[in-house]
C-alpha cells in the first residue's frame, strides 16, 4: 500500500509539471490529466485509509475522509464540471487552503524535536497556505495563468502526499511490517524522548544557576545592610563615649 502511495504521488506530481509545460493552455486542455490523477490519488487513499492509519495521530479515519474527497472532486473535473479558468483557480485555492490548514493543524510545532519527514511536511503545508492565498489574489497581482497555479498546487498536493506515504503504519497482520522496522522506529522514538530529556535537564541546570545566582545576590545584600547596622551603632557608641 505504501509502494502505491508512493507511486500515486509521484504521479501526481507529474501531472503538476505536465500542467507547468502546458500552462498557457486553459484549464479545460488539461482538466482530464488533473480530473483523472485525483480519482486515482483518492482511490488510493481510501484503499489506504481502510487497511492503515498514520504512525502519528493515527489519521487513519482522516486520510479515508480525504481520499473520498478527492475521488469526487476528480470526478467532478472529469464530468467537465469545471471549465472556466476563474472557476478552476479558485477550486484549487479552495482545495489547497482547506488541505493545508488541516494539515497544519495536525502538526507538531516543536520543530527542534520532530523528525526529517515531520519538517518537511510542515514546509510543504506552509508553502501550500501560502500558494492558495496568492491564488486567491492572483487577478490582483501578478495574473499568471490559472493552469500554471494549479501545476504549481498539484506538485505541492503530491509532495505532500509523498511524505505522508513514509508515515504509513499497518494495522492488519498481513501489512505488518517486521520486527526490524519495528526496532528503528522504537529507537527512534527513544532517541526523541532522549532529545527532550536533555532538553529538560539543560532547562534544570539554567534554573538552578538562577537561583544560585539570586541567593548569592541576596546574601550579599544582607550582609551589606548587616555591615551598615553596625557601623550606624558603632558611630553612636562613639558619639556617646565622646558626650
Request: glycine letters at 8%; aromatic letters at 8%.
Amino acid at each position: 500500500m505504501r509502494t502505491l502511495m508512493i507511486i500515486s504521488s509521484i504521479g501526481m506530481i507529474g501531472s503538476g509539471i505536465f500542467c507547468l509545460a502546458n500552462g498557457s493552455a486553459a484549464f479545460i486542455s488539461v482538466a482530464f490529466v488533473v480530473g483523472l490523477v485525483f480519482a486515482i490519488m483518492g482511490i488510493v487513499e481510501m484503499l489506504m485509509g481502510r487497511s492503515a492509519e498514520l504512525a502519528q495521530f493515527g489519521r487513519g479515519a482522516a486520510i479515508l475522509n480525504e481520499g473520498i474527497r478527492m475521488a469526487i472532486a476528480g470526478v467532478v473535473v472529469l464530468a467537465g464540471q469545471v471549465t472556466d479558468d476563474t472557476a478552476a483557480n479558485l477550486f484549487f485555492a479552495l482545495w489547497v487552503m482547506i488541505e493545508a490548514v488541516l494539515s497544519l493543524g495536525r502538526s507538531n510545532f516543536e520543530l527542534k524535536n520532530n523528525t526529517r519527514e515531520e519538517n518537511s511536511n510542515f514546509a510543504i503545508t506552509a508553502a501550500m497556505l501560502l500558494l492558495s492565498l496568492y491564488m486567491f489574489f492572483n487577478n490582483r497581482i501578478l495574473s499568471i495563468n490559472a493552469v500554471i497555479l494549479i501545476g504549481v498546487a498539484m506538485i505541492f498536493l503530491g509532495l505532500n502526499r509523498f511524505v505522508t506515504s513514509f508515515e504509513i503504519e499497518y494495522d492488519k497482520p498481513r501489512f505488518l511490517t517486521g520486527n526490524e522496522e519495528k526496532l528503528n522506529k522504537a529507537l527512534e522514538e527513544e532517541k526523541n524522548a532522549l532529545a527532550k530529556a536533555k532538553e529538560g535537564i539543560r532547562e534544570q541546570k539554567a534554573a538552578q544557576m538562577r537561583i544560585s545566582k539570586i541567593r548569592e545576590d541576596m546574601a550579599q545584600e544582607k550582609a551589606v545592610m548587616e555591615e551598615a547596622i553596625i557601623r550606624k551603632h558603632m558611630a553612636g557608641d562613639e558619639k556617646n563615649n565622646r558626650g
